[in-house]
């Protein structure tokens, strides 16, 4: 029987193996050899204007000598965040922090969708839809609002028409319900299966993203039937979606 899998798989951060940390340029081309649909990361300015891929709004990891170092993305110029080393190993050999052209430039060359975070919300809306156009990624990218709305959806639109546009729950399908969009191009946040949040989302004609996946809670989130899926970092999803899909049964 021949499956096909209606849901977006999203590896949030990338997926770490070994001594890879989270958002680093391996951690997001290893998402993509086990077989990611898409990848989320996060965007944050430091003080020259340059946008990197940062969860946290400090950097930290280790200087050439080895030296624990810690930096304050929006106080620190991108030179010194993009020396800062994430991990080494000698299967992917050192990682620092990438900047967002980075992580874009990987997702055009093996075809992933995106998730770009704006952790600086409306402040880098605009910068971060430039980047997203500069890198031929129209069409591919969706943007996490953190909490801009409408006026970070209208700016982003502005540059890239094709955008998508993602937030937390109920609250984000409220702030959109007068959007004649929505139902194409936004998402929800959640990790509430309840019937009763899952119905409110669905009634506001939103698109449903089911978010800190792993193997415990993978069964009862897919029972939603999600739009998209977003695994934590450390969650093998393509193990963990082979096992759903062999048990499935249509008849």
Known sequence: MNIK?????SAHRGFVDGALKENSLAAYYNAYLNG?????TDARLTSDGVLIVNHDDTVKGFNEDGEA???????TPAD???SVILSKDEKWGVQRVPT????????YHTGLLVNIDLKNGYKIAEAVAKTVLKCGLQGRVVYALNGSGMDGINAILAIDPDGCFIDRGVHFAMTV?????RGKRCYCYT???SKENIDAIRGYGCRLALISLDSNNFKPSIECHPDMCEYL?????KAIEEQYFGSIKLY
């Open 191 to 193: 990790s509430d299966t």
């Open 69 to 75: 170092v810690t930096y304050v993305v929006e106080s």
């Open 177 to 181: 319900k007068d959007f004649p969009e």
């Open 36 to 40: 990611a649909d898409m990848i989320e």
């Open 233 to 237: 970092h450390t969650s093998d999803f």
């Open 100 to 107: 967002l052209e980075q992580v874009l430039n990987l997702a």
């Open 80 to 82: 010194t965040i993009c």
């Open 5 to 9: 899998k209606s849901w977006i798989t």
